[in-house]
C-alpha cells in the first residue's frame, strides 16, 4: 500500500488548507486512515482518524471544531480540511493508514506517506 500525501503548504494564522491522502495498493476496507503532525523537536502527534468500514471519523481535542477529515466516495483518499489554523498548528503532516485497534496510537498504523509541512504563521 502506499499513501501520497499533498496539499500543505504556508498559511497565516485563521487561514484553511485542506490536505489530502490517496492510497493506492491493497487497501482493505476493514482500515483506518488517519493523519498524524510532528512539530519540530515533538513527538508524532495524533490528528483525526476515519473508519473505513462505517466512516466514522474521530479528531484530537486539540482541532475539534476547526480540522474535519473525510472521504473521497469515489477514489480511496481522506481530505482533512483544516480551518481557523493557528501558528501551534504548524508541523508535518503524515497519512497513515492499517487495521488499527486504537487510532490515537501510531504504532498501530503499519503504513504511511511521505509527509506535507503545513506552516502558519501569527
Known amino acids: 500500500v502506499q499513501l501520497q500525501a499533498s496539499g500543505g503548504g504556508l498559511a497565516q494564522a485563521g487561514d484553511s488548507l485542506r490536505l489530502s491522502c490517496a492510497a493506492s495498493?491493497?487497501?482493505?476496507?476493514?482500515?483506518?486512515m488517519g493523519w498524524f503532525r510532528q512539530a519540530p523537536g515533538k513527538e508524532r502527534e495524533f490528528v483525526a482518524a476515519?473508519?473505513?468500514?462505517?466512516?466514522?471519523?474521530f479528531h484530537a481535542d486539540s482541532v475539534k471544531g476547526r480540522f474535519t477529515i473525510s472521504r473521497d466516495n469515489a477514489k480511496i483518499t481522506v481530505h482533512l480540511q483544516m480551518n481557523s489554523l493557528k501558528p501551534e498548528d504548524t508541523a508535518v503532516y503524515y497519512c497513515?493508514?492499517?487495521?488499527?485497534?486504537?487510532?490515537?496510537?501510531?504504532?498501530?498504523?503499519?503504513?504511511w506517506g511521505q509527509g506535507t509541512q503545513v506552516t502558519v504563521s501569527s
Open positions: 495498493g491493497r487497501f482493505s476496507s476493514n482500515w483506518h
Open positions: 476515519f473508519r473505513w468500514t462505517d466512516g466514522s471519523t
Open positions: 497513515a493508514a492499517g487495521s488499527v485497534k486504537y487510532m490515537h496510537l501510531k504504532r498501530e498504523y503499519d503504513y
